[in-house]
T-cell receptor, first 119, second 116 residues
Framework: AQKITQTQPGMFVQEKEAVTLDCTYDTSDQSYGLFWYKQPSSGEMIFLIYQGSYDEQNATEGRYSLNFQKARKSANLVISASQLGDSAMYFC????????????????FGQGTILTVHP | DADVTQTPRNRITKTGKRIMLECSQTKGHDRMYWYRQDPGLGLRLIYYSFDVKDINKGEISDGYSVSRQAQAKFSLSLESAIPNQTALYFC????FGQGQDEDEQFFGPGTRLTVL
């Protein structure tokens, strides 16, 4: 079974500073994908960034980067130059694939981290 | 227009009532999912469907049923609602392919269900 652990229930950051949200995962599968989603107070799930288990480079998307440490099974999200609009719940999630690379289709989510950006 | 829509967006009902939540998508994806979100627990998978003839139970299917009426439509039913089914429900879709193209799921706006 797969498991995602987000150990920070809440985080605070000053506007314009960087922040790291932690995520560790547990799986015996070799092929998988890792995601970060943002959920603002309005409730929708917004995709931020993706990292495949065989990707050698850490993923980046604008101000978001994923610090992928495969041996440690961690996939931390780094948000640079925080903005007030970054205040939201953030979820780490994982999708595992079979040996042939086909997705099992089931996302496993962590419990989330609430990020608050102070002006 | 939104690619994944859910109706209703909000619903308050009473214990024992039958409730149907509907999901429609215009992304042309074969795969559709239903998740529920409870505070402090993240999202958990209820049911998923890889095509019209394929229905699979997820982590927490007890008390729920689904119907895949067409490629674009996937409905979730609570046959006899109970208060601990009060939650935020999300529908999602994904494509068939390799890597991120297959893994990534696109979420609807969610349905807030309250069972009194």
């Amino acid at each position: 079974a797969q498991k995602i652990t987000q150990t920070q229930p809440g985080m605070f950051v000053q506007e314009k500073e960087a922040v790291t949200l932690d995520c560790t995962y547990d799986t015996s599968d070799q092929s998988y994908g890792l995601f970060w989603y943002k959920q603002p107070s309005s409730g929708e799930m917004i995709f931020l960034i993706y990292q495949g288990s065989y990707d050698e480079q850490n993923a980046t998307e604008g101000r978001y980067s994923l610090n992928f440490q495969k041996a440690r099974k961690s996939a931390n999200l780094v948000i640079s130059a925080s903005q007030l609009g970054d205040s939201a719940m953030y979820f780490c999630a994982m999708m595992v694939r079979d040996a042939g690379g086909t997705s099992y289709g089931k996302l496993t989510f962590g419990q989330g981290t609430i990020l608050t950006v102070h002006p | 227009d939104a690619d994944v829509t859910q109706t209703p967006r909000n619903r308050i009902t009473k214990t024992g009532k039958r409730i149907m939540l509907e999901c429609s998508q215009t992304k042309g994806h074969d795969r559709m999912y239903w998740y529920r979100q409870d505070p402090g627990l993240g999202l958990r998978l209820i049911y998923y469907s890889f095509d019209v003839k394929d229905i699979n139970k997820g982590e927490i299917s007890d008390g729920y049923s689904v119907s895949r009426q067409a490629q674009a439509k996937f409905s979730l039913s609570l046959e006899s609602a109970i208060p601990n089914q009060t939650a935020l429900y999300f529908c999602a879709t994904s494509d068939f392919g390799q890597g991120q193209d297959e893994d990534e799921q696109f979420f609807g706006p969610g349905t807030r269900l309250t069972v009194l």
